[in-house]
């Protein structure tokens, strides 16, 4: 029985300590490599016009049986 009580007590304070360390990371806003990796999208660069797509070419050529695409 003292396994079961000793088992549930670390889950609950490996619990809490996860919960402490990560709102206090959050609080400091330490960056890590993941967040860093996104960098490039926060700015909203994504967010400007598109480029049109250039038209597609209209060969006037006849396809022939024999051709590979």
Known sequence: ME???LTT????VFA???L??????RQNEDSCAD??????FRDGELDG??????PLST???PAHPN???
């Open 3 to 5: 396994v079961i009580f």
């Open 9 to 12: 007590l670390f889950s609950a």
């Open 16 to 18: 809490i300590l996860f």
């Open 20 to 25: 402490l360390f990560f709102l206090r990371m």
């Open 35 to 40: 967040q860093d990796a996104l960098i490039p």
């Open 49 to 54: 016009p598109t480029a049109k797509p250039a």
């Open 59 to 61: 060969d006037q050529k």
């Open 67 to 69: 051709d590979q695409r």
